[in-house]
């Protein structure tokens, strides 16, 4: 007679680090407080102070508080900020698509609140006539509104070069090791400061789509009609990483016999806390299906029931005496 099998529960039970995950909301909300102090420190610096007399450069700022956001909120939402970064995740496979775009809708959210608080600030003070012109020297633009007079294709190849710098950074950085983790806020900033200068002196290229968009609906007309580039070009540039990554990063995330950890039933922890989203829930769910059935499957094998420990041989034997005609 088969020995009853303990059922496993623990096998049905989420680890400690899932369990502790936060859940999608607390990560937009992460994600769209940081992104308002990015934009608030990035317009802000430059709106209110003189180039001239600035202890602090706004590109220095503004790397600064992508630091500082990355910091406090990163193990919340993994520390994006930018729908440009968060398109390079998405492509590296480490997010899911339906909270990519709920990422980018609370990054642009935060934007748009900040910028709508440095507006209210302006239209305060009496030396500033028009508001919006007051924007527009911090609005990214090329052509007549670039400081250089930068054509739109110059500008096209900065911004594509700049995001796919800073998603490289970022991707490479915060990887599963924990001093990579602790090094990818400093890295980030850094590389986003340094960019940034470059992007100043071009036409105030943000290489930040949610920037770049809050920024032109309170400036003049023609800020409107050129966003589309400073959107388009960081999101391209964001592609090219993320690919480069997943394909030569495949190795390192990879499980046995070249499954990923998702699929092998693991937790995507990579880059630092940057996203298991695709186990958000139904993954987690259907790992546990897996397991359970497995596990029933096993305990039927060895003639017992492994959810309840009930011997099953005896009542499998009564049934084929039945059918062989040998019970009535």
Same mark, same amino acid.
């Given at each position: 007679m088969s020995t009853p099998v303990p059922a496993r529960h623990d096998a049905l039970q989420p680890s400690r680090s899932e369990a502790a995950r936060p859940g999608l909301l607390p990560r937009l909300t992460a994600e769209a407080f940081g992104s308002f102090f990015l934009v608030l420190a990035g317009l802000g610096v430059p709106l209110f102070s003189l180039p001239q007399s600035s202890p602090l450069p706004a590109a220095l700022a503004a790397g600064l508080a992508v630091t500082a956001a990355m910091l406090a909120?990163?193990?919340?939402?993994?520390?994006?900020?930018? @729908?440009?970064?968060?398109?390079?995740?998405?492509?590296? +496979?480490?997010?899911?698509?339906?909270?990519?775009?709920?990422? #980018? *809708?609370?990054?642009?959210?935060?934007?748009?609140?900040?910028?709508? #608080?440095?507006?209210?600030?302006?239209?305060?003070?009496? *030396?500033?006539?028009?508001?919006?012109?007051?924007?527009?020297?911090?609005?990214?633009? !090329? *052509? =007549?509104?670039?400081?250089?007079?930068?054509?739109?294709?110059?500008?096209?190849?900065? =911004?594509?070069?700049?995001?796919?710098?800073?998603?490289?950074?970022?991707?490479?950085?915060?990887?599963?090791?924990?001093? *990579?983790?602790?090094?990818? @806020?400093?890295?980030? +900033?850094?590389?986003?400061?340094?960019?940034?200068?470059?992007?100043?002196?071009?036409?105030?290229?943000?290489?930040?789509?949610?920037?770049?968009?809050?920024? #032109?609906? !309170?400036?003049? +007309?023609?800020? &409107?009609?050129? &966003?589309?580039? !400073?959107? #388009?070009?960081?999101?391209v540039g964001a592609a090219v990483a993320g690919l480069a990554f997943r394909s030569f990063g495949s190795a390192h995330t990879s499980g046995p016999a070249g499954q990923s950890p998702l699929a092998a039933g693991g937790v995507d922890n990579t880059a630092g806390g940057l996203e298991a989203d695709r186990l958000e829930t139904d993954g987690f769910e259907a790992v546990d299906a897996r397991q359970a059935g497995s596990g029933n499957e096993a305990g039927k094998a060895a003639g017992t029931d492994a959810t309840t420990g009930k011997d099953t041989s005896s009542e499998a034997s009564e049934a084929q005496k039945f059918f062989d005609g040998k019970q009535g």
């Amino acid at each position: 007679m088969s020995t009853p099998v303990p059922a496993r529960h623990d096998a049905l039970q989420p680890s400690r680090s899932e369990a502790a995950r936060p859940g999608l909301l607390p990560r937009l909300t992460a994600e769209a407080f940081g992104s308002f102090f990015l934009v608030l420190a990035g317009l802000g610096v430059p709106l209110f102070s003189l180039p001239q007399s600035s202890p602090l450069p706004a590109a220095l700022a503004a790397g600064l508080a992508v630091t500082a956001a990355m910091l406090a909120f990163g193990h919340i939402s993994g520390g994006h900020f930018n @729908p440009a970064i968060t398109a390079g995740h998405l492509l590296a +496979g480490q997010i899911r698509a339906g909270a990519a775009a709920a990422y #980018a *809708g609370a990054q642009l959210a935060g934007g748009m609140v900040a910028t709508l #608080a440095l507006y209210g600030i302006l239209r305060t003070l009496p *030396g500033i006539a028009d508001t919006r012109t007051a924007f527009d020297t911090v609005t990214a633009g !090329f *052509g =007549e509104h670039s400081i250089i007079q930068a054509p739109l294709a110059a500008v096209l190849l900065l =911004e594509m070069i700049g995001a796919a710098i800073i998603v490289a950074v970022f991707l490479g950085t915060a990887g599963r090791d924990n001093s *990579g983790r602790s090094a990818a @806020p400093v890295a980030v +900033g850094l590389s986003f400061a340094v960019l940034l200068q470059l992007g100043l002196s071009v036409g105030n290229l943000p290489f930040n789509p949610a920037r770049a968009v809050a920024s #032109a609906v !309170f400036s003049s +007309g023609w800020a &409107v009609e050129q &966003v589309w580039v !400073f959107v #388009a070009a960081p999101l391209v540039g964001a592609a090219v990483a993320g690919l480069a990554f997943r394909s030569f990063g495949s190795a390192h995330t990879s499980g046995p016999a070249g499954q990923s950890p998702l699929a092998a039933g693991g937790v995507d922890n990579t880059a630092g806390g940057l996203e298991a989203d695709r186990l958000e829930t139904d993954g987690f769910e259907a790992v546990d299906a897996r397991q359970a059935g497995s596990g029933n499957e096993a305990g039927k094998a060895a003639g017992t029931d492994a959810t309840t420990g009930k011997d099953t041989s005896s009542e499998a034997s009564e049934a084929q005496k039945f059918f062989d005609g040998k019970q009535g």
